[in-house]
T-cell receptor, first 110, second 111 residues
Framework: GEDVEQSLFLSVREGDSSVINCTYTDSSSTYLYWYKQEPGAGLQLLTYIFSNMDMKQDQRLTVLLNKKDKHLSLRIADTQTGDSAIYFCAEMTGANNLFFGTGTRLTVIP | DTGVSQNPRHKITKRGQNVTFRCDPISEHNRLYWYRQTLGQGPEFLTYFQNEAQLEKSRLLSDRFSAERPKGSFSTLEIQRTEQGDSAMYLC?????????FGPGTRLLVL
């Protein structure tokens, strides 16, 4: 079955790098995603990675995937106060549904 | 295109009443999804459509929940005989291929 786990909280200082981690259990995952949610808002797609890749970079965002360990991470370089939000990891299986973790609340300290 | 839209954004109702939410997907997206998000949790998948066909509905929370997409464009989610436990954010997403784009959600409060 599907199970996606994330740590609940992360605090970093402005300008530092943030690393948000995620583990998942379904080895048949085809794509893995990172979404950002600000208070009272919907989910904003940040980036995603196909399961046969191990890294993807998009401006300040770097995604690393270790398929053997079923571990996904999101690194945000030069973290800004506007990056404070909840970050969700999600996996897509063959059924085209997304299964989400509980989210990591990132707090950026000025 | 302005993205996925949902109406209403907020709904307060009394226990036992029926509610209906609407989702307008990004035009030309053939897939439409409904999720529920409760406080402190990630979204939970409910159902999805490819065009007008509802391809997965086994995860709808009970037979009080139903969804339609009659012409393959907008969709509605109805909850009958609402209960206090139905209070949550209801999110809609649409996609053409592997990326799902979410709307702002409808926040439901059942008193």
């Amino acid at each position: 079955g599907e199970d996606v786990e994330q740590s609940l909280f992360l605090s970093v200082r402005e300008g530092d790098s943030s690393v948000i981690n995620c583990t998942y259990t379904d080895s048949s995952s085809t794509y893995l995603y990172w979404y950002k949610q600000e208070p009272g808002a919907g989910l904003q797609l940040l980036t995603y990675i196909f399961s046969n890749m191990d890294m993807k970079q998009d401006q300040r965002l770097t995604v690393l995937l270790n398929k053997k360990d079923k571990h996904l991470s999101l690194r945000i370089a030069d973290t800004q106060t506007g990056d404070s939000a909840i970050y969700f990891c999600a996996e897509m299986t063959g059924a085209n549904n997304l299964f989400f973790g509980t989210g990591t609340r990132l707090t950026v300290i000025p | 295109d302005t993205g996925v839209s949902q109406n209403p954004r907020h709904k307060i109702t009394k226990r036992g009443q029926n509610v209906t939410f609407r989702c307008d997907p990004i035009s030309e997206h053939n897939r439409l999804y409904w999720y529920r998000q409760t406080l402190g949790q990630g979204p939970e998948f409910l159902t999805y459509f490819q065009n007008e066909a509802q391809l997965e509905k086994s995860r709808l929370l009970s037979d009080r929940f139903s969804a339609e997409r009659p012409k393959g464009s907008f969709s509605t989610l109805e909850i009958q005989r609402t209960e206090q436990g139905d209070s949550a954010m209801y999110l809609c997403a649409s996609s053409w291929q592997e990326t799902q784009y979410f709307g702002p959600g409808t926040r439901l409060l059942v008193l």
